[in-house]
């Protein structure tokens, strides 16, 4: 694991997210985001899509909570989205969040 | 055993699984829902592989704009019952096989009784609440599903062994909102083989199934990976299921 000091002696860990299908196409495909200490998962994803809105709201639903269909991974394993916020991103974490695809 | 013809047009093939393989194939039913993008290659190819029964449910008549992606059917099939076109196409690819083609919308009242005695269904559907009742057929018959689904350039898929690995509810436990998806035809066609392959090594009991991973596919990027699954213990429509053995 690797941390960054910032001047305020805060630790700064690096984590990789990435989005699918639609979400892809408003997001891009994978990001590498350097966030703060004991940041939940839902917070990560809200700082990544506060400046885009649709991608925003494709994600979250009117009370900023993951839509129900939503399937969010976090290094490789399915995080329940009723307990999302008790998701603590770490340094390394590998998020995945993508939409099921419906046609045929 | 096998014809003449049967045996030059399976030549190839059964270089790689020889007679017993083909042999299983013939013998199997294969259910195939819905003969539209995804159900076009996926029967077409299991068609011409040598599956003895195949059933293709379809409720739609042929329209133009289907006509970019849906294989089975031509200009002139415009108008035309997408089953009779599709029972056409499939009689004259390969008149071998058994081909049954109903003309009816899949529903809870009659949708065990349309797969039968079918050895594996092929979810072709565009929709997720036909697909989870496919679902629960197949849970309840204890026989494989062999999921797809596609948007633009995007798909997915993956292979369902009923009590054994994550069914459809546990990796998809809410649908997502219902919606004209875009679609370019080779987005079906790269799914439906993912499909086709998968029935086909589920029959031949051979390699390794597409089971507790969902296969993703971005087409604009070339680029396929997947994520690992498991079954939910608090699954809505298989966690009553214990380990059971595979039907095949």
């Known amino acids: 694991m690797q941390f960054h000091e910032r001047n ?32 939940t998962l839902p917070d ?24 129900e269909y939503v399937i969010v991974m976090r290094n490789a394993r399915r995080v329940d989205l009723a307990d999302a916020e008790k998701n603590i991103v770490a340094d390394g974490d590998d998020i995945a969040v993508f939409p099921p695809v419906a046609g045929g | 055993m096998f014809s003449e013809r049967e045996r030059e047009r399976y030549k190839r093939q059964m270089m790689l699984f020889g007679d017993e393989g083909q042999e299983r194939l013939k013998k199997a039913h294969i259910f195939i829902a819905g003969a539209g993008g995804l159900g076009s290659p996926v029967s077409l190819y299991l068609a011409v ?29 415009i108008g035309r019952k997408k089953t009779e076109s ?29 797969v039968g005695k079918a050895d594996g269904i092929v979810d072709a559907m565009d929709n997720y609440p036909t697909r989870y009742l496919l679902n629960d057929i197949a849970i309840r018959k204890k026989i494989p599903l062999f999921h797809g689904a596609i948007c633009g350039f995007y798909g997915q898929a993956t292979t369902v062994i009923p009590g054994k690995t994550a069914c459809l509810a546990c990796i998809f436990p809410k649908a997502p909102p219902k919606e004209v998806f875009p679609v370019v035809g080779v987005t079906p066609g790269i799914i439906g083989m993912v499909q086709a392959t998968e029935v086909l090594k589920y029959l031949l009991k051979s390699g390794e199934l597409l089971t507790n991973r969902l296969f993703i596919w971005d087409g604009m ?11 939910n213990p608090c699954c809505t429509a298989c966690s009553s299921m214990s380990e059971i053995p595979e039907n095949k």
Request: proline share 1%; with cysteine; glycine share 6%.
């Open chain 2, 221 to 231: 990027q070339a680029h396929a990976e997947e994520i690992c699954m498991e079954r």
């Open chain 1, 8 to 39: 305020t002696g805060e630790q700064i860990m690096n984590v990789k997210v990435r989005f699918f299908a639609r979400f892809r196409e408003l997001l891009g495909t994978e990001l590498i985001v350097e966030v703060a200490e004991r940041m």
């Open chain 2, 49 to 77: 592989a040598g599956i003895g029964t195949l059933t293709v449910v379809d409720r739609d008549v042929v329209d133009q704009s289907n006509l970019n992606r849906q294989i089975l059917h031509n200009d002139c099939d």
């Open chain 1, 44 to 67: 990560l994803i809200k700082q990544i899509t506060q400046k885009n809105i649709e991608g925003h709201q494709a994600i979250f639903d009117e009370h900023g909570h993951f839509r």
């Open chain 2, 86 to 114: 599709a029972e056409e196409k499939l009689r004259a690819i390969n008149p071998d096989i058994k081909i049954r083609a109903i003309d009816t919308t899949i529903e809870e009242k009659n949708a065990s009784g349309l």
